[in-house]
């Protein structure tokens, strides 16, 4: 690697996987600098982070919290600013190397996209924006000469088996999955889950909403958009299989039957570091996998009949234009619900189904048709969730 020190720009610092890339800078101080750092509300994490590595910019989106980061920074030489806009306006600054998007959801597709329009290595932790607005993501980072690298586990996963391999075809990308905490269940335990059993995730440590996306298999199906974007591959070039014990993040199959899998503990910061360091591998101290503690690596087929998201999100990438769009932000909604106890578990898929059928489908969207068919979604979601009795829309 350059010895010259990578400014990284971390959207989403408070959240899994931002605290985690923090980590990572701070083994690392001389490859490394947290030059921007961002919030959605979490001020105190924010205003901690930014006193232990002194940004050049801390932004928190909630305006009601500039003050309070403004005056708690006041005694460093760190230049505090609120609100959206001032992500996408900051993201573009001449001395960020890196962006590392980790911002939760939607909220990620804009400044996304003035990053790789800067010219800004993405190290992609949002599978959002890819999944809202792939093809113009895309065709925007080939544009301006962007590399996209994967942070998500399984995205990662691939990316690695495949270096080395340009001229050699996929046949197959096969991306695993835990299974959640509710694997081998059925629709009738399912009914009566709580927020807090699906917030009990066996492998891995995560946000609040990709843990309940990982419950309901909606991670796994958004992880499937991504990676036909990603890879360049088709809906039926893609296949889930269930692993429980996370050990095989994923696997690519070749043309002529070989199969390469990458293999590790489930810990988020080794695909961080690689997105950081990319094409290099650097020197770390995070716990090692041995095969002789995990004996038996078991595989089974996805449940898609009681875990519906995932053949929903199936449809949606067969179906493309903003179907992927609309089922995005309908989970969004839906989760949200949940999380705060106003619908029950099955619900969530009911709504979001409700909302491909009826939200207005456009084969070829523009940007501005995206963040229409967003809000749009997003309202009709929202209204089902206060109309419908919570049987009504629980069965």
């Known amino acids: 690697m350059s010895n010259q020190i990578k400014n990284i720009a971390i959207l989403g610092s408070t959240g899994s996987i931002g605290t985690q890339t923090l980590d990572v800078i701070r083994g690392n101080s001389n490859l490394f600098r947290a030059f921007l750092l961002t919030a959605h509300s979490n001020a105190d994490l924010l205003i901690s982070q930014a006193i232990a590595f002194e940004p050049e910019y801390a932004i928190i989106c909630d305006t009601t919290k500039y003050l309070q980061v403004k005056e708690a920074l006041a005694h460093l030489p760190v230049k505090v600013m609120a609100g959206h806009q001032a992500i996408i306006d900051t993201v573009t600054h001449t001395d960020i190397d890196v962006v590392l998007t980790a911002m939760v959801g ?144 994923s696997l690519v199959q070749f043309k002529d039957g070989s199969i390469k899998a990458q293999m590790g503990l489930p810990d988020m910061k080794l695909p961080i570091q690689y997105a950081l360091t990319y094409p290099n591998r650097i ?82 969207p523009t940007l501005a048709d995206y963040l229409n068919t967003d809000k749009e979604t997003r309202i009709f979601a929202q209204n089902l969730i206060q109309q419908l009795p919570l049987k009504a829309i629980q069965i």
């Not at 053949?311 to 990438?317: G, P």
């Not at 949200?336 to 084969?363: D, V």
């Open 106 to 249: 939607f909220a990620g597709l804009e400044p996304t996209i003035a990053a790789i329009k800067a010219g800004k290595e993405i190290a992609l932790a949002n599978k959002e924006t890819l999944v809202v607005a792939g093809d113009i993501v895309t065709a925007l980072a080939k544009q301006h000469g962007v590399k996209i690298l994967p942070v998500d586990s399984e995205h990662s996963a691939i990316f690695q088996c495949l270096a080395g391999e340009e001229a050699n075809p996929i046949e197959k990308l096969i991306i695993t999955a835990s299974g959640g905490p509710f694997r081998g269940r059925n629709l009738d335990f399912l009914a009566n889950v709580t927020r807090e059993d699906a917030l009990k995730h066996p492998n891995w440590v995560m946000g609040a909403k990709i843990t309940i996306d990982s419950a309901s298999l909606m991670n796994k199906g958004l992880e499937v958009i991504e990676a036909k974007w990603l890879f360049g591959v088709d809906a039926d070039q893609i296949e889930v299989i269930v692993h429980p014990q996370s050990i095989v993040h």
């Open 283 to 364: 020197q770390n101290n995070f716990k090692r996998f041995s095969f002789t503690d995990y004996p038996n690596l078991s595989f089974e087929k996805p449940d898609m009949d009681t875990f519906r998201n995932l053949k929903l999100a199936y449809d949606a990438l067969r179906e493309g234009g903003n179907m992927p769009c609309i089922i995005n932000a309908a989970n969004e909604i839906v989760v949200a619900g949940f999380l705060n106890k106003s619908i029950g578990f099955l619900a969530m898929s009911n709504i979001i189904e409700e909302c491909m059928q009826r939200i207005n489908f456009i084969a070829h």
